[in-house]
């Protein structure tokens, strides 16, 4: 579960301050695909950062299956990052001259994988996520860009997180295989019962969530998903 306490965050620039997130509660249940709306500027990835541990809330809490990552010291955060939390962003941010399995390999060394177990553990996802095998050694610069987001998302999956956080997968995308993407997000959230939450604005594929949120001035409120979509 996923447990979001009157977080607050406020940046300071000179005499400017703004709280992009001004006091943002909601929780999640475990496996959970959610999307999160919003205008450019209103604070969308602000709030995964604070979710993702890359910054830290001004004040209150984010809870994580049960632990208080606002209340961790900096060197359980690295961990946390590494081993509980997947990310996903817009631009792939693969490393380009790696080969596709590589680029999944690389989060499983830091886990203490052995070569054999990481590179059958990466061949396994990348199937999942829908990469023939033929593909797999190809180097992530050569790969279109619904396979390149595809191996991100088994890169994401590569530490078998709690919690994935994509920030505009789809938006480099063109709608077909941005659709594709947001089906595999949301069977895979399903499946590995992964809370999987992801900023888009695409409203059609916003559709196709669980839950579905917009921020806007610093809060966040949740709107109805038609119960068609739902299964
Ligand atoms: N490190 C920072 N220091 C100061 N201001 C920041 C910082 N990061 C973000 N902001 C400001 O916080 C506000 C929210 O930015 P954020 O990037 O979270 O919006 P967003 O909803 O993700 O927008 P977009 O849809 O364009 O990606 C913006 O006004 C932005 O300029
Ligand atoms: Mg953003």
Do not use: W
Not at 101 to 122: H, I, Q, T
Not at 187 to 204: M, P, Q
């Amino acid at each position: 579960m996923l447990e979001v306490r009157d977080v607050v965050k406020v940046f300071k620039t000179g005499d400017n301050t703004i709280k992009p997130v001004n006091g943002i509660s909601f929780t999640v249940e475990q496996g959970t695909f959610a999307a999160i709306l919003g205008k450019s500027g209103s604070g969308k990835s602000t709030l995964l950062s604070l979710l993702g541990a890359l910054d830290k809330a001004t004040s209150g809490d984010v809870v994580v299956d049960g632990v208080n990552i606002s209340a961790l010291p900096d060197a359980k955060l690295t961990a946390y990052r590494r081993d509980d939390i997947g990310f996903v962003f817009q631009a792939y941010n693969l490393i380009p001259n790696l080969s596709a399995k590589d680029n999944v390999m690389l989060p499983m060394e830091f886990a203490g994988l052995s070569r054999a177990e990481r590179s059958s553990r990466a061949a396994e996802l990348l199937v999942q996520v829908g990469l023939e095998e033929d593909m797999h050694d190809r180097k992530a610069n050569k790969l279109s860009g619904g396979m390149a987001q595809r191996v991100s998302i088994a890169r994401a999956l590569a530490n078998n997180p709690k919690l994935i956080l994509a920030d505009e997968p789809t938006g480099n995308l063109d709608d077909e295989t941005g659709e594709l993407i947001i089906d595999l997000l949301r069977s895979l959230s399903h499946e590995k019962n992964t809370t999987i939450l992801v900023v888009t604005h695409d409203h059609a594929l916003a559709a196709k969530t669980d839950r579905k949120f917009r921020l806007a001035r610093g809060r966040l409120t949740e709107e109805p998903v038609r119960a068609a979509h739902l299964h």
